[in-house]
């Protein structure tokens, strides 16, 4: 069957359909009114398919026919979708879009997440996550694109190397870190200590031990606790110390600290044992229950009130200093000292 020839002078005339209040209207060439609603150039139908009046559909491509032809039921479904031939449609572009986007952060996570750092790691973990966000939709929405699905599957293998590796990261830190808690031992091999009682004291009176030399193993105990101020303290290395009663002074205008009542000591400390003593005092003075408070000064004379003395005293020398302290109750006063670290602290008062 042989195909009609168009007229050489005029184009056939194209369907063209117009809006006009919500219905379709179809006219064809010769009518002035659908030239100049059809869009484009006045006279002129835009570019599509149009039943060429031979039974079959013929692309018109706006100023002529082309050599394109298709039956009327596969083509109306063509013409529908685009009007410009080689235009994908939307959905398409956005498939492509969709499947572009997700294969891209799957890829890249995947790298990510094989590099030997954390904070890259973390990165590629969320790029993972969403990769696979967005390789459901588009699945789900546009239907299975190869691009979604493997970036689907891509998201799935990285995610899941992922959470292994951590898993067995974590089961390699955690005996590690008991042990740390445990101090380096076993926790099945930590033992109880056992409080054993204490035996009850058969010694007689007399084997006591005294309580001066008990308090403090490994010091030199002096004869006595105690003493009042004006006598003389004994250790047992021949060590003795001296702290005069306390009388009243008179700060100068040099001096720092002071108060109400403020007195002075003599101390003078004297080395009776064999051998040499290192001297470190250190004083400490408590009135009417209350602590006092020392006064540093310097007389005209050149002496320095409450500066200790310190360094080496041979076997038979001595040093004599003074020290002014703040009180609270000049007839209520206890003095603690000692001549050095390895001599037991004593106590000179005048306190009844």
């Known amino acids: 069957m042989s195909r009609r020839p168009f007229p050489a002078r005029h184009p056939p005339s194209p369907l063209v359909t117009v809006p006009r209040s919500g219905a379709r209207e179809h006219c064809r060439r010769g009518v002035p009114e659908c030239h100049d609603r059809a869009v484009g150039e006045p006279g002129k139908a835009p570019a599509g398919w149009y039943d060429d009046g031979a039974g ?15 039956a009327i039921a596969t083509a109306t479904a ?8 080689g235009e994908p449609p ?4 956005r498939s492509n879009a969709y499947g572009i986007g997700a294969l891209t952060a799957a890829l890249v996570g995947f790298v990510l997440i094989r590099l030997p750092f954390e904070i890259p790691a973390f990165v590629g973990v969320a790029l993972l996550l969403v990769g696979l966000v967005i390789a459901i939709i588009a699945i789900v929405v546009i239907g299975r694109e190869w691009r979604a699905v493997t970036a689907l599957v891509v998201s799935i293998i990285g995610l899941a190397t992922s959470i292994i590796a951590f898993t067995i990261g974590a089961l390699s830190v955690i005996p590690a870190t008991l042990d740390e808690m445990s101090g380096g031992v076993p926790t099945s091999d930590v033992q109880q200590p056992t409080v054993e009682p204490e035996p009850e004291s058969t010694a007689e009176p007399d084997e006591i031990e005294d309580p001066v030399k008990g308090d403090f193993p490994g010091m030199i105990a002096p ?15 021949g060590v003795t110390m001296t702290v005069t009663p306390p009388e009243p002074y008179v700060p100068t205008e040099f001096a720092t600290g002071g108060g109400a009542n403020n007195v002075v000591f003599a101390l003078t400390i004297t080395n009776g044992s064999p051998g040499p003593i290192n001297l470190l005092t250190y004083s400490q003075v408590t009135s009417a229950g209350q602590p006092g408070s020392i006064v540093y000064d310097v007389l005209d004379s050149g002496e320095e009130i409450s500066a200790e003395p310190s360094g080496v005293l041979e076997p038979g020398q001595s040093v004599t200093w003074r020290e002014a302290w703040a009180v609270a109750d000049p007839n209520a006063i206890t003095l603690l000292d000692s001549p050095t670290v390895d ?9 009844q």
């Open 343 to 351: 001599h037991v602290e004593v106590t000179f008062t005048n306190e």
């Open 223 to 237: 004869t006595s606790p105690g003493v009042p101020f004006g006598q003389t303290m004994s250790w047992e290395d």
């Open 78 to 85: 063509a013409a529908t979708a685009t009007a410009t031939p």
């Open 90 to 93: 939307s959905e398409a572009r």
């Open 56 to 70: 079959s559909l013929r692309y018109w491509d706006g100023d002529s026919w082309t050599e394109h032809t298709s």
